[in-house]
């Protein structure tokens, strides 16, 4: 088939629809790094998350731009957004809705929350009590709420951006191993170098960056953007080498608990966006190796000798890329 990335039979994408979805992503991280300097690959990294139809877990200490982060790709899409400030005080059905009797009209009428949108930003969400943070599971696992045996779905796309705070600081939760395992990617910004830092003190000093920040994509294109990404070829090969690097998260010694299926199938949808933002409609088995850390580091629970050993989960995820082959997977591709 002339023209075809992959191979896909009659789904494959051409290239066309590969180059639409390039350039459509440069505009949005190109928008983004207008108000977030320095940090290209978290940038992408984001949009990686959202085209896979994900959520992000934006971690580091306060003050690197983590929500700046979050709303700067908010604002760049044309579509609902909601923001929860998540404190101690915080309830579930602040976050979910309620239920609520209507004395003039003489029924019961549902009240939505705030997850009742497109991009939902999670501000400190590990400054919640758990049993807050654990209203968030159902609509980021099933993409719907529950609320007095009523089940209300949320629209497409959603997705849920969150930040929060190192656990050893004053005033935060650990997020349940539950509420870990449904976001996609784990990402921390980090400082900004020197040249960045002196860019952002010319630039943002005046006024809130935001302000000037245009939308550069709608709705109907976000949906369609992850349309395509679920076209993108996999290989039976690179599958096998993405259950072979999760699969070997279970067995090893310092892991306390190793990386669910969950895990394995979100790795993979990465993977898809991953390979289609660098122009390719198929997968290689370097996109797994890029996404690996900021996908399954954060699902890993280290046993009590390997953190008294000072190891972490990075490092172990590092180990396993050197340690597991991929010698089958690299042919795993064809270019028709």
Known sequence: MPGTIGQQGPQALDRTQVDWLAATAHRIQERIETVVEGKAEVVRLALTVLLAEGHLLIE???????????????????????????????????????????????????????????LVVGDEINRASPKTQSSLLECMGEQQVTV???????????????????????????????????????VAMG?????????????????????????????????????????????????????GLVGATRDHPDLRLGASPRASLHLMRAARAHAILSGRGFVLPDDIKHLAVPVLAHRLILTAEARVGRRDAQQIVAELLERVPVSLAAGGHRRS
Do not use: W
């Open 60 to 118: 580091d200490v306060p003050g690197v731009g983590k929500t700046l982060l979050a709303k700067a790709l908010a604002r760049s899409l044309d579509c609902t957004v909601r923001r929860i400030q998540f404190t101690p005080d915080l309830l579930p059905s602040d976050v979910t809705g309620v239920t609520v009797y209507d004395q003039h009209r003489g029924e019961f009428e549902f009240k939505p929350g705030a997850v009742f949108a497109n």
């Open 148 to 186: 007095d045996g009523t089940t209300y779905q949320l629209e497409p796309p959603f997705m849920v951006i969150a930040t929060q705070n190192p656990v050893e600081m004053e005033g935060t939760y650990p997020l349940p191993e539950a509420q870990r395992d449904r976001f996609m990617a784990r």
């Open 191 to 243: 400082y900004p170098g020197a040249a960045a830092e002196l860019r952002m003190l010319e630039g943002h000093a005046g006024a809130d960056p935001l302000d000037d920040l245009q939308a550069v994509a709608d709705t109907a294109d976000v949906v369609k953007l992850i349309e395509t990404v679920r076209a993108v070829y996999v290989s039976d090969e690179v599958k096998q080498y993405v259950i």
